[in-house]
DNA sequence: TTGTATGCGTTATCAC
DNA sequence: GTGATAACGCATACAA
């Protein structure tokens, strides 16, 4: 049989109620008896029945000491990426800390029907975290229930709170890293639809003064996963066709083996003859080309962690407005790019 | 305020004992009271509270709806591939579809001091699906509080419920594709420590009547993720040195880069001279690889429902007696492994 | 088969 | 400040 708080009050000889009130640190009540309770507490190793609590405190904002990890129309491609488990552990990690456990969900509008995931529907939690968002209107209403924050999602309504990867920033450390190397003319070949990436780039080679060409900007739909590793040769043809080509090229890890093999086709080699640098900093991907390639983690173990902070405080304060939060992410240094200002050393 | 069984039962005019019956469907309901009942609960979109059902229902194997999954002290670089999504994955979807939810939880011994994670101290689960097992005594002792199943780990209590990874098979199935492709000098080339795939390997070369060939097997510590793309050149040479080198490799993804590398530097191409066959089908290796790499995909996803559903079914008869579940893996094929039965088209 | 009454562990509302 | 006691929503032993 479990311990209760009768026990803890005929241990400490006090009444239920003052036992009840340590246990809600109260302030009304006298320090000493407080400190039996806590010592019997102690003694006991009494651990307070969550179920009885939660019966009775339905003022309490904060009820059941869990929260939701939900995972909303993603496809497995998608899911089964790393740094989803990133998204995922960061939060974990906050939330376990601050003495809390996390429900691991997923909902697929589509292949689910109109099925509202459980965690959502018994209301076993006290918040949610969500990477995707709703889009049918019935699915948006149950979110709606709870505090929630939303995880690096392209469109999330602005009375959100949310926690973003500054891909601008970015692509800008990126750019500006590559003109500290002495590079002038960076070519950015990506997927249509990150508009902040490019937005990113456009800005760094204003400000920081490089070569501006429109040529040098290749946004194509790829295919993801690569079907070939030729797919990316229009890009480096398109590119080396420029009056002037790029010294440095910026893309994503998936598609820089393409990039390294249409390269090495046209008797170009990384990075001696072209810099490359990704995005996203795949272990996978990066380790295992030839030269390992130099990324931009985008820190999504970071945005996880920010983002449950952030719930929770939105939890104990709710009537603070909503914000955006973007993580910066950080350059990994590996072999794929050449520094400029050293003089040839073959 | 919610609707309770009070409610429903003045709605259906019979008493709250009867309304709990047909919440638990006990058979001694008759079925007209029943179907009033239903259908009260239906139009008052009834709820039952969980809290105070888990208050009584102390009896019950299954209190709560919930289960764990634990990833027990891995270090990050495992915890963030994207097999451990897929392991998660999988469970969340088995456990999901019966109607309960996952908690998400790490544990690391060492750096959590002796701290147990609150998802066991609690108590609010069911049950256990854990990655890894706890080495200290009293975290033996806590783990075992519960009914649980390990998830793909090398060293178990034999009393233990768990699901493997059949790698033995896994080995077995890539020698005996590469035999029916007309090969019959296979390298092997892994860490050490796979006991099990060794065999797997030894099994089929025996069977099949390959060519049986210690010099073939190399196994040796490799730095996971590789250091250089030089890494594995000992291996090439070591092969290579054999009076009768082989015509086909196998060994992990994570290695095919620099295994492709060592070939390389030797003048050999993949799959023309050499064919090569990696393993755990990582989606960021094959795919950039050039050629894209045949792998033997190990299956993540099923282990994690085949472990979901041996837990439930372990909690709905705990007297059955424990046993080990073995998963097999699925050839991948893509374009690292060439038909040795068709004639040089070249 | 059905209804009634009691208990589960905690918090909240009273009096003191 | 503190202690007694009534709720909370449900399950169940017992009576009918």
Known sequence: MAVTVVDIAKKATVSVGTVSRVLNNSPSVGSE???????????LDFRPNRWARGM???????????????????????????????YIHGVQQEIATAGRKCIFATWNEESDGDAIPLVLLDGEIDGV????????????????????????????????????????????????????????RIAFVDLPGFH????????????????????LIQVRDIPVPLKSTSDLDWAIENLWSLPKPPTAILSHDFFCSAIYKALANRGLKVPDDVSVIGYDNVLACCGTLDPPLTSMDIGAFEVGKAAAKQLLEHIANPQDRSRKIYIQGQLVERDSVRDLSIKETT
């Open 196 to 215: 902040t990436k490019l937005l990113g780039y456009r800005h760094a080679v204003n400000e920081l003064g490089l070569d501006v060409d429109e040529g």
């Open 129 to 184: 975290i969500a990477k995707g968002f709703p889009h049918t209107e019935i699915g948006k209403q149950w979110l709606s229930r709870y505090p929630k924050i939303i995880l690096n999602s392209p469109s999330v309504p602005s009375d959100c709170d949310c926690v973003m990867v500054d891909y601008e920033s970015g692509i800008h450390d990126c750019v500006a890293y590559l003109a500290s190397l002495g590079h002038h």
């Open 33 to 43: 008896r407080k400190q039996r309770v806590l010592a019997a507490m102690k003694e």
């Open 56 to 86: 009775r405190k339905d003022s309490m904002r904060e009820k059941t000491g869990q929260i939701a990890i939900l995972v909303i129309n993603r496809p497995n491609t998608d899911l089964h990426q790393a740094y989803m488990m990133q």
